[in-house]
């Protein structure tokens, strides 16, 4: 499947002072795929070590970290002439490593021809000051796929090109309005991991068959995060993060007002009902990237992150297709798109998402006498309010307290509506499907 980040990629290969690349991710992202990928398409070869799978790997850097004497034991073990200027080697699943981790750095300073790529899941976890290569890696994230990347994927060409070519004063026809509106159903099912959009794409036909194989293998993968739980977090604390990340969306589906609220730590876990008795829980599900941490502010002022509390913020599931399978929510009420309020919540974690992908360093949300705000953005010291509707239903009374208040030079919103801009108040109107693609239009570089 095609991803973006390849023209990053690209971009590392040809850099004179690149570095070995560090591809990070939540598993399940398609990691190892693209960069096997990469290997396969720009390189005379490229070899893979999985540090999970091959204990002889593991055994190997229990020596010397000498890159050379890495690199001639490698080509002994895969019996391979591994030419350190046109190949690629690849370090998967480099978690299981840390000495992996650390010979990085000799790497970097003896062996800078050798193109080295690493990948891993849960990599937030295992970073630590005793194997990290403070500045002698470069790094990558590879998120879900985007809305844009999943009409690739399931091999819808021509709205993939119609949107990618939009512009700040194209005017999106109310046909392609509705067909992509459509297939913003569609993902709201199937989330952006690339084997279920792959699932998917075998038979977008028949939609209730394929749908409710999508959630049956959904199903498959929310069980392979719960045993990465139990495999990492030990045996008690497992059972807390596996209770804490199931109440994401229960707190979500709970609400039945117009907008997410604050994460409520009570009721999670017996007898635990504060903030600093959850703080390790919630670190741990931010550092493994199974949630997106979302925190609230009352007042808006550079830097934002002074007037946030570590103790009130909202949280996301990290994929829209796994809330959705993780709160039962049938695919053809999805489709239907009637579902209640809970298109509110769905809406929101759909721009979380999407926001994420952007790698904007932090996102907020801002509440104030009982008016709201989704999202934050501060875009070179321009803060950019963004509100969020899941109709075509757009009143938003809130932004117009907050211009009233903070006087933005732009805003945004996000509904079931066509593009449209209003050039007195500087709001920007999107189709929700646009939410990855927003700040490039305003912000062209």
Not at 19 to 27: A, E, N, S
Not at 403 to 420: A, L, R, V
Request: hydrophobic letters at 40%; proline letters at 4%.
């Amino acid at each position: 499947m095609k991803r973006h980040l390849m023209t990053h990629l690209l971009r590392w290969r040809d850099n004179l002072r690149r570095k070995p690349l560090i591809l990070r991710g939540v598993r399940q992202t398609g990691k190892s795929y693209l960069l096997e990928a990469f290997g396969q398409e720009f390189f005379r070869k490229y070899y893979v070590i999985n540090f999970e799978k091959e204990a002889w790997a593991r055994a190997l850097f229990e020596g010397d970290l000498d890159p050379r004497y890495i690199i001639n034991e490698l080509r002994f073990a895969l019996k391979a002439d591994i030419n350190i200027t046109q190949d690629l080697v690849i370090f998967d699943e480099i978690q299981a490593c840390p000495r992996a981790l650390t010979s990085l750095k000799y790497f970097c300073e003896d062996l800078p021809e050798l193109a080295l790529c690493c990948a891993g899941s849960l990599l937030g976890l295992h970073l630590n000051e005793s194997s990290y290569p403070v500045g002698k890696v470069d790094m990558m994230h590879l998120h879900p796929m985007t809305f844009s990347e999943f009409l690739t994927g399931i091999g819808d060409d021509y709205a993939a090109e119609y949107f990618n070519n939009i512009t700040l004063h194209s005017k999106i026809s109310e046909p392609m309005h509705q067909q992509l509106w459509e297939r913003l159903k569609h993902y709201f099912v199937t989330g952006g991991l690339p084997e279920i959009i792959n699932f998917f794409s075998e038979d977008p036909i028949d939609l209730y068959r394929t749908t409710k194989n999508v959630r049956h293998k959904q199903e498959e993968l929310i069980n392979a995060y719960y045993a990465d739980i139990a495999k990492h977090a030990g045996k008690v604390n497992a059972m807390h993060i596996d209770r804490t990340w199931r109440a994401v969306p229960n707190q979500l589906f709970a609400n039945q007002d117009s907008s997410t609220g604050r994460f409520r730590f009570k009721g999670i876990i017996p007898n635990v009902e504060r903030y600093s008795q959850l703080v390790n829980v919630i670190d741990w599900l931010t550092s493994a990237e199974l949630i997106n941490k979302i925190p609230i502010i009352g007042s808006v002022q550079l830097p934002l992150g002074v007037y946030s509390k570590e103790n009130i913020f909202k949280v996301f599931m990290f994929d829209i297709g796994i809330l959705g399978s993780m709160g039962a929510l049938a695919p053809q009420t999805l489709l239907d798109y009637k579902f209640g309020t809970y298109k509110g919540y769905f809406a929101e974690n759909f721009v979380a998402q999407q926001l994420a992908v952007k790698n904007y360093k932090k996102i907020y949300s801002w509440q104030e006498d009982r008016s709201e705000i989704e999202f934050l953005l501060d875009h070179e010291g321009e803060i950019i309010p963004i509100e969020v509707k899941s109709g075509a239903v757009v009143h938003a009374k809130s932004l117009r307290k907050y211009i009233d208040k903070y006087h933005p030079k732009k805003s945004i919103i996000f509904s079931g509506n066509n593009m449209q801009v209003n050039p007195r108040l500087n709001i920007y109107h999107f189709p929700l499907y646009l939410a990855e693609k927003a700040m490039e239009l305003l912000f062209p570089q």
